[in-house]
């Protein structure tokens, strides 16, 4: 975890099969215990509440704030039953599956929301004839129809609703 920011609190996971790695004085290194999952420790670590206790103490310089090595052992890591660590991990990484699929639904629904308004505008101006852009007046009549049927489809989104159901840290 570096603990020097910015990117103070960014985490990351180094893999086993690596035989040896460098280090810094800006990072702190968690080796989980036995008992303890190491995607779950990046994600309580990860998490701003985890750290949110130690950086009202902190005192940075220059407007930015670092742990000491200290603060990082004296973290308040929640240790649950393993079982319950690995369904935690579960759901998390279903939760941000389902966050990147909503996060391309909302990056297409603002393009094809921008195409619906160019295409409205071409309209306005009775752009019938002319060829504005390498657009003819059959394919904007064809994006008309896309955009709506693409838009109609995000606004009537049925996905599955999920229930967290999951311990606060």
Known sequence: MNIV??????VAIIPHHFPEWNINQALAIFR???YLDNK????????????????Q??????????????????????????????????KVNQLMTL?????AQLKQSVGD?????EVAVRQLLN?????AD??????????TRTVKRNIAKIHSYDGEAVQLNLPLF
């Open 99 to 103: 966050c990147d699929k909503l996060e």
């Open 32 to 34: 989980p215990l036995k």
């Open 57 to 90: 103490e902190t005192k940075g310089t220059a407007g930015q704030d670092n742990l000491s090595l200290e603060q990082c052992r004296n973290l308040l890591i929640p240790l649950y039953p393993l079982s319950q660590q690995l369904r935690i991990v579960t």
């Open 40 to 55: 779950f420790l990046h994600y309580v670590l990860s998490c701003h509440a985890t750290l949110e206790r130690v950086l």
């Open 113 to 117: 929301s921008e195409k619906l308004m």
């Open 5 to 10: 920011g910015p990117p103070l609190g960014k």
């Open 134 to 143: 390498g657009i003819s007046t059959n394919t904007t009549m064809q994006e």
């Open 127 to 131: 752009v019938d004839t002319i060829v």
